[in-house]
């Protein structure tokens, strides 16, 4: 056996070993892995959970509303009620543009690049 082969025969041993490694050891968190990367890379994921989270913030709008209004010892009247109406307003505005956005990139081309420099002068 020459040198070279050899060589080969030793990375084939320990590929062989690290494969083995990699079998063994199990990614406790794979599915969640696997869901944050569909949900960082895969646009239609994204528009799906940002319509849930959508709807899950207009379905809670009326029910905090009554809430408030028809049990008014629960709540500090002024103070808890604004604060309510602006976090709810900016999570729905936050899922309905990310859903905008991720529906923008169901395939549509990117726009055109935007040149950092003017354009050179044209003599006349």
Same mark, same amino acid.
């Given at each position: ?19 083995? #490694? ?7 968190? *794979?599915?969640? /892995?696997? !869901?944050?990367? +569909? ?38 009247? #002024? ?7 602006? *976090?709810?307003? /900016?999570? !729905?505005?936050? +899922? ?29």
């Amino acid at each position: 056996m020459t040198e070279t082969e050899s060589l080969i025969a030793e990375v084939r041993l320990l590929r062989a070993d690290v494969a083995r #490694l990699h079998a063994a050891v199990q990614h406790r968190h *794979s599915v969640i /892995s696997l !869901l944050f990367k +569909d949900l960082s890379t895969n646009p239609h994921t994204q528009y799906k959970v940002h319509m849930w989270g959508a709807i899950y913030w207009l379905i809670n709008f009326p029910l905090i509303c009554c809430l408030f209004f028809f049990t008014p010892t629960l709540w500090v009247k #002024l103070g808890i009620f604004i604060t309510l109406i602006y *976090s709810i307003y /900016s999570n !729905l505005a936050t +899922d309905y543009g990310a859903m905008s956005a991720a529906e923008a990139a169901f395939g549509q081309p990117p726009p055109p690049p935007i040149p950092l420099e003017p354009p050179p002068l044209t003599p006349i």
